[in-house]
Each structure stands twice: as C-alpha cells, then as structure tokens.
C-alpha cells in the first residue's frame, strides 16, 4: 500500500514529439539504444584510441564491417563534440600484412617527439596490437605485437609506421596486447602499458618509435580466474567525501595512480569485467598502496562495476586541464554472450561516458563513476515525487505518460534500521517481462535481476540468478542515479560508489514503471523520472 502520495509537481514539457511511433527507425531494430553510441552496423567490442583533440571526442572502436560477430579486427571510427551526439567516419584502420588490429590508444605528440608532425601541427598517434591470425594458427607465441600509426588530419586517415612492429613480442607471450600509452610529465617520457596474460608490463620511449621495458606488475595480484586485458593507467588527485554522508575523510589529499585492468573471465556477476588496482608510480615501477593491497589479498577483485556489461572500457587522453575531468566509457557487453546477442544489423553498444573520480571511502580508496554532465541536455520532461513511505507497489506509468525506453531516475531512500525490505524500480510490458532494479536492505545489497526480463535464450550464460553488489556505504539515506535506454540499465549508487550495468532484451518494449517495496516499508524521499531524449 501506498501511503501519503503527494505529487507536488508534474511536469511533462512535450520539447517535440515523443511518442513510440517517432522514435522507431525506419529499420526494424527494436533493441537499438537512443542515447548509447552503437555502430551503425555489424560487429563493435572494445572502445579504442580515445583521445580529445581541437574540439572532438574521438572513439575508435573493434569493428569487423563484414559481420555480426567477431572477425578480422578493424578500427571503427566516430568524434563528438560531447560524447553524447555522435558523428559516424570511415574506418581508420584496417588489417595489414602484420596482422588484425587489435585494442589500444591514441595521444596527440603534443612537442612531435615521433616527428610525424606537419606545418608546426602535432600529430595523432596511434598505438596498437598486431595479432597475426597466421601465426597463431601455426601455433606460434609471438603473434601479438605493439604498432603505431599516425594522423595528421584531426584523425581523418591513418599512415602506419614504416617500422612496427615498435614492440616485438620476444619473449612470446600468447597474450601480448592492448597497449594504453600516456605522457609521465615527472620523467618527461612516453609510458606504454600493455597486458601480458597474468600481469602487465610497462615500457618508456622517448619518441612513441623506439621502446624499452621498464617493469612488470600483477603476477601476485592477479584475480587469476582469467586472462588481462585493456589496461589503463592514470594519476588521480584523492578526494575527500564530498557526498555529505557518514565518512570522515580528510579533504583532498595527494595523488595516486590508478591502474584500470580488464578480466576475463572472473568479474564479480561472471564473464569479463573490469578491476582496478591504486597505488603509486616512479616513472619506472608500480607499488600498489599498502592498505589497497589489503582490500585485494587472495585474488579478491576491487571492480569499477559490478553489472555484467562494462568491460575493456578505458578513458580518454588528452582531455584539457582547463576541463579536469577523468572520463571513461565501456563496451556494453561481456564475452559470455557478446557474439549471440539478439540483435540483427549491429552488436553491441558502449556504456555511457563516465567521469571517475578517485575518493577515500569506508571500504579504503576507491573509484567512483558518475555519468557526464552533457547527458542532462537529453533530459526533456521531469516528474518529481514528494517524500512518502512506501509499502508494496506505486505504478509511475501510465499515471504519468512516461516512456521507459528512455529514462532517467534520482532516488533517495531511507530504510528503517534493521530493515529486510527492499526497493526496486521494476519495468514491465505487456508480456509480463520484466526487469528490476534496487537495494536490498536484508543483504545489504543493490541488485540488478534480468531473470525475466525478455528473451534469454540465446546464451544460458546471460541470466543465471540476480546480479549483486555489497553496499560499502553505512549512512542512512541511499542515493540511485539510474539510466535506462531502451535495452540497458545503468545504476550510479551513492554518489557512484557503486555502479552497475546490466543490457537486457525485452521481447516487446518495456511500456510500464513502477516503485516497489517488498517486505515492509520504505521512506522514499524523493524521486524524479526524467524522459529522454534521442541523441541518434
Ligand atoms: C578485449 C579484447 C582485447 C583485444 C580485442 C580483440 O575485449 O579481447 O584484449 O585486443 O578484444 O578484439
């Protein structure tokens, strides 16, 4: 039962049309998101190259343009002016006589220390993995290797270099790939690392061409279920909490370095996900934190989220000081059913972007993740609830004519002490699918349940039970950010302490909304639902 409904405003600013008819495309494509970048068409996994340069986000992206599913890698190409809208280019990089191209980064040369520079103006440069499909077949270890190329058209067409491979796999390593290349201002050199099947190995050059290994990290931290891959590496400034809440940390303090790591498989729901590891650098060697090595004993995983699908994801170089920010986007996906995902004309989306930030939490320090702020410019009509408690059930829709294809939801819940209730926020369609997501007070506990959320017969991998994230958190009011896009859920959780994303596949589109408590009450104390727009 509901108790003490007073919606005190609502707000429905009709800015176009909004109904279902306008935002189906010409094409049959039930499961194409609205405001997450997906390839136009056929095969996308990793994001790669992303850099920010003259007033464009670029992402390049695993592309094979002759199907659906996984084949000879390519790079995708699109820019955006804020990573929401999106402008689709021409491939950028295809297969050459060394082999696919496979995941990796790009860095504007700002000094041209590669001399591929032109007219004063610094180059873009690329750097990648060679994996030469013959040579894996003929079952050699030496078939991954590092490479670059270089732009100097604002990353329009793509030159190799004349002498790749830059790093040559000597000491044949199966898996030898995905390199992630920074500038170290304090060691005034280029910094590459790149994954090594248990471990990651870090490399410096003074010019982007010529490489010589620095050090290794991870053998012993390793969550060992599975295979690195994708790695990142960044100095982040630590915060102190700024969310208000329980925690009495120090204001802002100091750096550390973050090194973002991708597993698979071994992630905390199954399949591929990312972890991360906090510690500081030298210019030469990674030391983990000593009380970070604390939170990661065993093979135990500290990860950037909890949900099934964000994986390899990586964040964008280059991004100006003047901005500040640490922005990440993911592949939408996990390789426990990437490839048989029900969709037609194209697999696969990225998540949305993301601004990370470095905080000292309850649990230690931690990575929290908060969707961009030009997202909002896709809000277009809001319905805010006032606090009330809640007991059983309170629909939203149809009450309110709100599409949740595309939808975003602010929550703030309190739970009596001792509570075993749990909130959800459940979509539902006319089949009797359905999709919930919330917090469990009994387990201390956000969930995610695809259970019976549409078609799931097309891996017996993607909805084995709900997916499950501890809350670190102990204040008492518990914040969700949630996004939903037509097939997908995002949860930012308490300032985005915890984040999870979960892609679903409703056999009809989901129509209706609701608030649920089960198992005794719930304060919500306030909730807004903003209809989004398409961003496509
Ligand atoms: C991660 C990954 C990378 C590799 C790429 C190949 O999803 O396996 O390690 O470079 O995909 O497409």
């Not at 992630?180 to 090594?196: L, N, R």
Request: hydrophobic share 35%; aromatic share 14%; glycine share 8%.
């Amino acid at each position: 039962m509901v108790k003490n409904i007073t919606f005190f405003f609502y707000l429905l600013l009709l800015l176009g049309c909004h109904t279902t008819q306008n935002r189906s495309t010409k094409t049959h494509e039930p499961h194409r998101p609205l405001f997450h970048f997906t390839p136009p068409k056929m095969w996308m996994n990793d994001p790669n190259g992303m850099v920010y340069f003259e007033g464009e986000y670029h992402l390049f992206y695993q592309h094979y343009p002759d199907s659906t599913v996984w084949g000879p890698m390519h790079w995708g190409h699109a820019v955006s002016s804020d990573m929401v809208h999106w402008e689709h280019l021409p491939i950028a990089l295809y297969p050459d006589s060394l082999g696919m191209i496979f995941s990796g980064s790009a860095v504007v040369d700002w000094k041209n220390t590669s001399g591929f520079g032109k007219n004063g103006k610094p180059p873009l440069v690329a750097i990648f993995t060679h994996h030469l499909m013959e040579g894996e077949k003929a079952g050699r270890s030496d078939f991954q290797y590092q490479s670059i190329a270089y732009s100097n058209d604002k990353g329009r067409t793509w030159t190799k270099y004349a002498g790749n491979p830059v790093v040559p796999n000597t000491q044949k390593i199966r898996d030898f790939r995905d390199p992630k290349v920074i500038w170290h201002e304090a060691s005034k050199q280029w910094v590459m690392v790149f994954a090594a099947q248990d471990h990651v190995k870090f490399w410096s050059s003074p010019d982007l061409k010529n490489w010589k290994h620095l050090s290794d990290f991870g053998k012993e931290w390793g969550a060992r279920r599975g295979v690195w891959e994708c790695p990142d590496f960044f100095p982040m400034a630590v915060e102190g909490d700024k969310s208000g809440g329980d925690l009495k940390s120090p204001p802002d303090s100091g750096t550390k370095w973050v090194l973002l790591l991708s597993l698979n498989p071994g992630a905390a729901n199954g399949g591929s996900g990312t972890q991360y590891f906090v510690g500081d650098f030298d210019g030469k060697t990674f030391t983990l934190d000593p009380d970070f090595a604390g939170s990661v004993q065993n093979g135990k995983g500290i990860w950037l989220d909890w949900g099934r699908d964000n994986y390899a994801g990586v964040t964008w170089s280059d991004v100006p000081k003047s901005d500040g920010r640490r922005l990440f986007m993911g592949w939408m996906s996990n390789w426990d059913y990437a490839t048989t995902v029900p969709t037609q004309a194209w697999r696969s989306a990225m998540t949305l972007p993301r601004s990370l930030a470095l905080r000292e939490t309850n649990a230690g320090l931690r990575l929290v993740s908060q969707p961009v702020k030009e997202l909002e410019t896709l809000r277009k009509g809001v319905v805010v609830f006032s606090s009330q408690s809640l007991d059983g059930p309170l629909y939203v829709s149809p009450k309110y004519d709100l599409d949740p294809a595309g939808l975003e939801v602010l929550l703030e819940l309190e739970f009596p002490d001792n509570a075993a209730s749990s909130f959800a926020v459940v979509l539902t369609n006319a089949d009797g699918e359905e999709y919930r997501v919330g917090f469990d007070a009994g387990s201390n506990e956000f969930f995610s349940d695809r259970t019976r959320s549409g078609d799931l017969r097309f891996s017996d991998k993607f909805a084995l039970k709900r997916h499950v994230a501890p809350r670190p958190r102990k204040d008492k009011t518990l914040k969700m950010h949630l996004f939903f896009d037509v097939a997908s859920c995002e949860l930012f959780a308490d300032g985005g302490e915890t984040a999870m994303t979960d892609i679903i596949f409703p056999t009809k589109k989901f129509s209706r909304i609701r608030f649920e408590s089960v198992n005794g009450a719930v304060n919500m104390k306030s909730a807004m639902l903003y209809e989004l727009k398409s961003a496509r």
